[in-house]
């Protein structure tokens, strides 16, 4: 079963501008009840032509703490949802310490952010 953290080779064209496209590693970022229940899967391309993260969004991962023929960065700029029929070979599974880093990029991503006390309570609270 396909697993949250387990990196795949997936075919993700044909593709439109700057998509990730080709057949490239994919991290799979969806939670694993919908990896085993959904037809459909969510993932963050991998590109290896970056040599370290440019972005809050990026995360590097090392070859040799990984399993990937490459250094590489995870772009969570770069998610989408494919059909599970993409999914080639399993390449590896993602350590929980470069999964928290990935949850920090992806909340970067989509602009979730703790929420902020509100203006009127902190002004009531100093009066």
Request: charged content about 20%; some cysteine; proline content about 6%.
């Amino acid at each position: 079963m396909v697993k949250r953290g387990d990196i795949y080779f997936a075919d993700l064209s044909p593709v439109i501008g700057s998509e990730q496209g080709g057949i490239r590693p994919v991290l799979v970022i969806q939670n694993n009840l919908g990896n085993h229940f959904s037809p459909t899967i969510i993932v963050a391309a991998i590109t290896a032509k970056m040599a370290k993260p440019k972005l809050p969004t990026h995360i590097g991962i090392k070859s040799n703490q990984t399993g990937i023929e490459r250094d590489s960065v995870i772009l969570m700029e770069q998610i989408r949802t494919i059909d599970k029929s993409r999914l080639k070979e399993r390449v590896c599974h993602l350590d929980q310490a470069i999964m928290l880093q990935v949850d920090e990029a992806l909340k970067i991503s989509v602009g979730i952010t703790p929420p902020q006390p509100q203006l009127s309570y902190i002004e009531e609270s100093h009066s």
